[in-house]
């Protein structure tokens, strides 16, 4: 294992000092604007400019590299978050926020995307799930380290919005330091919707609502929290503690993902989400107890969504497409990322913090009719015939080399080095998804 580990630890250095300034910037800012009392939709639009240039940094991203290389690319990028979350501290203005979170966004999804770019170039086939399994929970302890850091001091200051601008600045080091050749060039991604529609509906719809009701809670569950009056820690606890628990919950979703109806599975997540969504509406607790039990079970089924989402979609795709597949659906996500937080944010400031989880309702429940109709009119893929679940981080931290790091097929077949997810239609009609195999 230390074998193993050693060549890539300074990549997975540089991608834990990122998570850990992201998880601070995306923390402090919702807190410190309801505190400097920012309206809901403004903050909601917080998460609209975040998602905006996230999937913009996803698709130009490797445009740039191209053009002046990784280290060049990726030191500009963490040079622009760190500006960024400085100057947030520096212009306390609500419209200013929102255009520099969309930079934000912009930089970290393109400075992730080269740190996965450096790592999927040291894997080799017989170790890349265990080396996505690695990343993916330093990534996760990442993050959740720097929203609970939050809760050690004052949001009030200028304190928490220094030290997300430091770690972003000291992400630079690891790479910058490399000695490792330059990696292959970075994946690009063609959004085609009908392509991923005649692949899997399901994976269509239930992805974008996913998108819809993830990001409103990723923008606003700090807003929702300080609006009933928890405390700061507490608040903190309220953000991370839902990732911890849909990245638990993983687990046992994905053994019974892989052994029966994936649409069934995801069906009874959205429930549980619902049952939720409805317990914060009915009961509005106040208490920090109550809150905490209630968004745990939330994070334990939002967050289990999409990798159900992504293996279903992958199963039912003709040979050799995961990777083009997962990086359409990534594509599906961000446009509902971006959607979410402007409208769960109008929605509290007309109904108050409740209003969040009026949003994710509606969305779990578009998203159950949905999938049930699409049961009644489909068969189930045959268990020989499935793709294997595999566990993503629960966080915005996706791209579409996430996509080529946790597949396993993708070195083996000689697939990584090339501009792979492209979602072209294939031109000979035997390519194309057997009618038996569709959804």
């Known amino acids: 294992m230390f074998r193993q580990i050693l060549p890539i630890s300074a990549l997975l250095l540089g991608s834990f000092l990122l998570l850990f300034a992201g998880g601070i910037n995306s923390l402090i800012l919702p807190i410190r604007g309801s505190a400097e009392g920012f309206s809901t939709s403004a903050l909601g639009l917080l998460g609209t400019g975040w998602a905006i240039g996230y999937v913009l940094g996803c698709i130009y991203t490797p445009r740039l590299v191209a053009s002046v290389g990784h280290i060049r690319s990726f030191g500009v990028l963490c040079a622009f978050a760190s500006v960024g979350i400085l100057l947030q501290a520096m212009i306390v203005d609500e419209a200013a926020w929102i255009v520099i979170r969309a930079v934000a966004g912009f930089s970290f999804a393109g400075a992730a995307m080269i740190v996965e770019s450096w790592l999927n170039d040291h894997v080799q086939p017989s170790n890349r799930g265990r080396v996505f399994g690695i990343y993916t929970m330093v990534n996760l302890t990442a993050s959740t380290a ?49 392509a991923l529609w005649r692949n899997s509906p399901v994976a269509v719809v239930a992805v974008f609502l996913v998108g819809i009701s993830n990001a409103s809670f990723g923008t606003l569950a700090a807003v929702y929290a300080d609006r009933v009056g928890l405390p700061l820690a507490s608040i903190a606890l309220f953000a991370s503690v839902p990732i911890l628990a849909g990245a638990a919950a993983q687990i046992p979703i994905g053994y019974f ?38 968004v745990s079970i939330f994070g334990a089924a ?54 969040l989880f009026m949003v994710t309702i509606v969305g779990h429940i578009v998203m159950i009719g949905f999938t049930v109709l699409r049961i009644s009119k489909r068969a189930a893929v045959a268990k020989g015939d499935k793709g294997e679940f595999r566990v993503s981080v629960p966080t915005r931290a996706a791209t579409p080399e996430t996509a080529v790091l946790s597949d396993g097929e993708s070195e083996a077949d000689g697939l990584a080095d090339a501009q792979l997810a492209t979602m072209d239609q294939p031109k000979d009609p035997a390519e194309t998804t057997p009618p038996e195999r569709q959804e």
Do not use: C, E, W
Request: charged share 10%; no cysteine.
């Open 257 to 294: 993902s892989d052994r029966m109806d994936r649409r069934k599975v995801l069906v009874a997540t959205a429930v549980v989400a619902l049952l939720a969504d409805a317990a914060f509406i009915i009961l509005t607790p106040q208490g920090q107890t109550l809150n905490l039990i209630l």
């Open 146 to 194: 720097g929203q609970m850091v939050i809760a050690l001091g004052d949001a009030s200051g200028f304190f928490f919005f220094a030290l997300g601008a430091i770690f972003y600045s000291l992400a630079l080091v690891p790479t910058g330091v490399s000695t490792s050749k330059t990696p292959a060039p970075l994946t690009t991604v063609k959004l085609d919707v009908g």
């Open 302 to 355: 939002i967050f289990a969504m999409y990798p159900i989402i992504v293996a279903h979609a992958n199963d039912h795709a003709p040979p050799g497409t995961s990777i083009q597949v997962s990086g359409g659906l990534l594509m599906i996500y961000g446009l509902g990322s971006i959607i979410g937080p402007l409208v769960a944010g109008s929605v509290m400031g007309g109904a108050g913090p409740s209003g």
